[in-house]
């Protein structure tokens, strides 16, 4: 009986310090300047279509300090892959530190996928980006809204959680998005630690956010 | 010669394709000093013969690996409400009728290019008044699209994260 009580006592302290450095984590993103020490890891997501073609042209802009790139793309994408090779041997690199990777992951949810097996490929997605992040230990996730990128965020979340490596997310909300986020973007809201969007009137709904105009 | 180009993307918009290949949409623009009319027409069962209509120089195409080439030999251009379409057409310069497809369910892309129309970036109409759009159309009132600004954003991140 004391054994029981003690068991419960036990997991209900460890979510109760599962919270506290949640809250902590989310709330010190800001804090944290990993540029000034060093390059900066970069975990990018690329999702199909328009997402790739918005990330690359965030990427454009980033100058040499963020490397290494790991672009992470989902299974059945055909495109992105050609579309960052491309990109990246355009980039002009005057060291040869530069670098960059891609990988593949499950894709989290197909665009019209039913609500319920969207839950079984998240949680199956969460099973790959565990791993990936625990090992690529990037600075920062780069995002703009396919499904994809909220296993990773997540993961990058936990890292920060467990006290292993604090991981910044950096959320881009697309152009296309003007009067309502996406549902990533709704959910990665609560957990980014820059959350960029586009319009105005996003930046009047959502608090939080960044708003610098169009930056696509 | 003054070229109309129409794209719909990777979608499929019959309705559109049909209707700006009428007798009474090439004379339309026609009048406006249009004699070219180049059709992107994606998945859409409608593939339109070269031959089929007399008004105006006809070509149809399903996708190409780019449009840029199109985009940039069009004086006007015709489109779907795709952002990424939408977004290349403006950024190439060109007069830009959005043709909303209002049988499609789920559109959100309506957003991009509602805003796009009330900054003035784009005209804006469905297949039902499509002929009345292009015979009273007044393309110079559209303002110019500035492009994004990404080094806003970089500038912003390397500040944030402390890069030297």
């Known amino acids: ?216 | 010669m003054k070229t109309v180009f129409v794209t719909v993307g990777t979608t499929s918009f019959d309705e559109l394709i049909e209707n700006v290949t009428s007798s009474e949409a090439a004379q339309a623009l026609k009048s406006r000093g249009y004699e070219r009319l180049v059709l992107q027409v994606g998945r859409g069962s409608v593939l339109p013969d070269p031959e089929s209509c007399p008004h105006i120089r006809l070509e149809a195409f399903r996708f190409k690996a780019s449009i840029a080439e199109d985009m940039k030999q069009a004086d006007l251009v015709i489109s779907h409400a795709g952002a990424g379409s939408c977004l290349e057409a403006l950024s190439a310069g060109k007069p830009l009728l959005v043709v909303v497809n209002d049988k499609l369910m789920d559109n959100h892309q309506l957003e991009l290019a509602r805003q796009l129309h009330m900054d003035s970036h784009l005209l804006y109409c469905t297949c039902s008044n499509l002929m009345e759009t292009l015979r009273t159309m007044d393309l110079s009132v559209l303002q110019p699209f500035l492009p994004g600004q990404p080094k806003i954003f970089a500038n912003f991140l390397d500040k944030a994260l402390g890069v030297l």
């Open chain 1, 1 to 216: 009986m004391a054994f029981f009580i003690g068991a419960v006592a036990a997991v209900l302290l460890i979510c109760l310090l599962f919270i506290i450095r949640l809250y902590i984590v989310v709330k010190t993103g800001s804090n944290h300047k990993p540029g000034s020490k060093g390059p900066v890891a970069a975990l990018v997501v690329a999702g199909s279509g328009g997402h790739t073609t918005e990330i690359l042209r965030l990427m454009e802009s980033l100058s040499a300090a963020y490397t290494p790139r790991h672009y992470v793309i989902a299974d059945t994408d055909r495109m992105s892959e050609e579309k960052i090779c491309t990109f990246e041997s355009s980039k002009q690199h005057s060291d040869s530190e530069s670098q960059f990777t891609i990988i593949r992951i499950p894709r989290s949810r197909e665009v019209h996928q039913s609500w319920s097996s969207s839950v079984l490929s998240t949680l199956s997605a969460l099973c790959y980006s565990l791993p990936l992040v625990f090992r690529l230990r990037p600075d920062m996730v780069l995002c703009n809204g396919p499904g994809t990128c909220v296993p990773l965020c997540v993961a990058g979340l936990l890292l920060g959680i467990l006290g292993m490596k604090k991981v910044l997310i950096v959320y881009v909300e697309s152009i296309c998005r003007v009067e309502t986020l996406s549902l990533t973007g709704k959910i990665l809201y609560l957990i980014s630690d820059y959350f960029f969007v586009q319009w105005s009137s996003l930046r009047d709904k959502y608090p939080k956010s960044i708003f610098l105009g169009r930056i696509v």
